[in-house]
């Protein structure tokens, strides 16, 4: 299964796919951890290569059997459709999650606050994350406020989900 993760920095997409892979458990794709050593190490902007190399993992993770956690802003239409295009070529289940913080203030101090977790990463700034393009998602996900629910229930929810997902998906193939 490849189980997608989108939404904007500080919506808690790290701290919820990297629990969900270790429950489930499922090889876990950072596009942040990615790009970031791909810059330090050529010092200049990749564009989208962080994506493209997180897109070579999980098609070759999913081929060789694993469940799949991408963590990535996805913050255009064509980032999340070509992980949905991995799972259909692969002929595996797709979940698109979108994080959000429906708090403005509680969003605001999480950026603020939080602390970087890859040596010499930049976090962005409040002003960069509000300023930042995100389009809109037309496409079926699930989405998850991390405002309004906590830890213990967004991870109920999202095994729930799984479940449905993986059902569905079987049921599609018979």
Not at 80 to 95: G, Y
Not at 121 to 135: D, I, K, S
Request: glycine residues 6%.
């Amino acid at each position: 299964m490849l189980i997608m993760f989108g939404g904007l920095p500080g919506t808690g997409k790290t701290t919820i796919a990297r629990k969900l892979a270790m429950r489930l458990p499922a090889t876990y794709l950072r596009v942040d951890e990615i790009e970031h050593a791909i810059s330090a190490n050529l010092g200049q902007d990749i564009g989208t290569a962080g994506y493209a190399v997180a897109e070579a993992l999980a098609r070759s993770n999913i081929q060789n059997g694993a469940s799949v956690i991408v963590d990535a802003v996805n913050p255009v239409p064509e980032s999340r459709e070509a992980w949905r295009a991995i799972a259909a070529e692969s002929a595996k289940p797709f979940l698109a999650i979108e994080l959000l913080c429906g708090d403005p203030a509680e969003h605001r101090r999480r950026i603020e606050e939080r602390q970087a977790d890859i040596p010499g990463f930049r976090l962005p700034t409040w002003e960069a994350v509000v300023t930042r393009h995100y389009a809109p998602w037309a496409d079926p996900h699930l989405v998850i406020d991390t405002a309004r629910i906590g830890m213990r229930e967004a991870l109920a929810n999202l095994e729930t989900e799984i479940d449905a997902t993986v059902h569905a998906w079987r049921a599609s193939q018979e």
